[in-house]
């Protein structure tokens, strides 16, 4: 039983379903807790964003070059992960735990702490789990089978991460429920762990020097360009997640129990939209695929700009799934395509340098969401929960529907100028 499941997506997916738990908890709801809740000014918040990202600069490329040259008897990737999971539950719950009667600027120093460290250990654990899936699934078909199964998971993930979160910290608090889901965390990534084998081949493999390596890597055109028209869209990923509960409030005017259905429309519509996306891109070439999900997410958010009642909400988060289950499912098919090209350049197999360089990049989006949180707020008077402006409607009407398009667009351009050539035929 044991063999028949090892290295089988659906238990590599388990990795992704403890993973997406907690981070879906926290990007969805940290700015509505720190902001709204704790009355932590936006400027501040935005701050706390920006230092993060210069950290997040120094550890996520080193994150991956240590991975790929870590060589021991139990891989190069699972001993990284087991190691990880009791810091990344201890920082998960101090986020949410901050000591009672802070001052503004002691909350922001908290926060501050607390993100750079859930954050650099959030950064080990994605790199390392992300770097298994292109050595474990090799080919377009296989990949695509095990992408749109990852991606299912991960739909579960987002799904228990937005839409029971509200129910839970109503009922026990941000402290307890942060508990729970850090218990989740450790549970699922486990299991993973216990049903992952690397290839013992593949960390056989000569392993270049830092400078070589990242050498290497700056050099892929391919890999820039498509890592930047990504970061884009993820950058959607993350603002539609943590404004819905801003938009539920000001914009349609539900009282904050029924956030839950609001989330609840876009992930559980995405969860059959996943396989959907995964039959059209067997019947297509990946990167084509990859652009028609772009195209499908720009127009999947208009909607959301006429929400005017939970129904309407629904209506509409129900399109957007749509348009993010086809973005969910394609990326990680075309980032395994760039990596096969790469080990057959160098001989090397890097994909944690890959799979860092990337985050970095991809995680850039994060600080266009916080920037794009602050210039709209600022345009529109909103500062917090406390001081919500003149016009908090048309700030989260913007900031869902109007700023996303945008991105989206640009993404699109951006995703016109990647070339990948097509060399080996037992990838096709």
């Known amino acids: 039983m044991r063999q028949k499941l090892l290295n089988s997506p659906m238990m590599y997916a388990f990795g992704m379903l403890a993973m997406m738990i907690p981070s879906t908890a926290f990007s969805s709801f940290y700015s509505y807790y720190y902001v709204e809740k704790l009355g932590l000014g936006i400027g501040l918040a935005t701050l706390a964003r920006t230092i993060f990202l210069i950290w997040d600069a120094v550890n996520q490329p ?50 501050l702490i607390a993100l750079v460290l859930f954050e650099a250990v959030a950064t080990v654990i994605w790199v390392n789990y992300g770097a298994l899936f292109p050595e474990l699934f090799r080919g377009d078909r296989v990949r695509a089978k095990a992408s749109a199964v990852q991606q ?84 959607v990923n993350g603002l539609l997640s943590s404004i819905i509960p801003f938009y539920a409030k000001y914009v349609l005017k539900i009282p904050e ?11 559980v519509s995405v969860i059959p939209l996943v396989f959907v996306w995964y039959w059209l891109i067997g019947k297509m070439d990946p990167l084509k695929g990859w652009r028609l999900s772009l195209f499908a997410y720009a127009l999947s958010v208009i909607p959301l700009w006429f929400g005017s009642n939970l129904l309407s909400g629904i209506l509409a988060g129900v399109l957007v799934g749509f348009g993010l289950a086809g973005f969910l499912v394609t990326p990680p098919i075309v980032s395994s395509i760039i990596i096969d090209r790469d080990f057959a350049k160098t001989g090397s197999r890097r994909e944690g340098t890959y799979t860092a360089v990337a985050g970095f ?18 345009v529109f008077g909103y500062e917090s929960g406390d001081k919500p402006g003149p016009d908090p409607e048309s700030t989260f009407r913007y900031l869902i529907s109007v700023v996303p398009l945008g991105l989206l667009l640009i993404s699109i351009i951006v995703s016109l100028f990647v070339r990948l050539e097509r060399k080996h035929a037992h990838e096709s």
């Open 152 to 235: 299912g998971y991960q739909i579960v993930a987002l799904l228990i991460g937005t839409a029971l979160t509200p129910y839970l910290y109503d009922a026990m608090g941000f402290s307890n429920m942060s508990i729970v889901y850090a218990l989740a965390f450790a549970v699922f990534m486990l299991l993973c762990i216990r049903y992952v084998k690397e290839d013992e081949e593949a960390r056989k493999t000569p392993t270049l020097k830092l400078k070589d390596a990242f050498r290497e890597t700056l050099k892929n055109k391919a890999f820039w360009v498509f890592n930047i028209a990504n970061s884009f869209a993820q950058t």
């Open 361 to 378: 990049i991809t995680r850039s989006s994060g600080l266009i969401s916080a920037l794009a949180f602050f210039i709209v707020g600022i």
């Open 62 to 111: 080193l994150a991956g070059y240590w991975s790929d040259r870590t060589n021991t008897k139990y891989g190069r990737r699972r001993p990284w992960l087991l190691g990880s999971i009791p810091f990344f539950m201890l920082t998960f719950i101090m986020i949410f735990s901050p000591p009672h009667g802070l001052s503004e600027m002691g909350l922001f120093t908290w926060f």
């Open 257 to 267: 129990a029924q956030v839950t259905f609001l989330l609840a429309s876009i992930f």
